[in-house]
Nanobody, 129 residues
Framework: QVQLVESGGGLVQAGDSLRLSCAAS????????MGWFRQASGKEREFVAA????????YYADSVKGRFTISRDNAKNTVYLQMNSLKPEETAIYYC??????????????????????WGQGTQVAVSP
């Protein structure tokens, strides 16, 4: 019922920036907490950043604090991830995910992929040294 479509990935050099977008459809966007995850080849999917339903609170993995910024525009049904000072080890497929608001999720911003209900197909980010 919920569709998430990522865009904005590409090939950049170390130190460059990218802005990823994720467009949602199928249900009210404000009924979802949103997160960004990434998965490098041969590794498990890892948490990057999350934002609550209103955009009032955010949370980041320690590895990206100070460099990445998550934001959302509920009027446009879109969540963004601004990535600055990219590193080669951050080459991965980046996924956006939606966490449905319910009793178990209200007041929480999850860092666990298993807690998210909907996923996009991902967008490739490649950072060359």
């Amino acid at each position: 019922q919920v569709q998430l479509v990522e865009s904005g990935g590409g090939l950049v050099q170390a130190g460059d920036s990218l802005r990823l977008s994720c467009a949602a459809s199928g249900r009210p966007f404000s009924s979802l907490h949103m997160g960004w995850f990434r998965q490098a080849s041969g590794k498990e999917r890892e948490f990057v950043a999350a934002i609550n339903w209103s955009g009032g609170t955010t949370y980041y993995a320690d590895s990206v604090k100070g460099r990445f910024t998550i934001s959302r525009d509920n009027a446009k049904n879109t969540v963004y991830l601004q990535m600055n000072s990219l590193k080669p080890e951050e080459t991965a497929i980046y996924y956006c995910a939606g966490d449905v608001l319910r009793a178990s999720t209200i007041g929480k911003i999850s860092t666990q992929a298993s807690n998210y209900d909907y996923w996009g197909q991902g967008t490739q980010v490649a950072v060359s040294p």
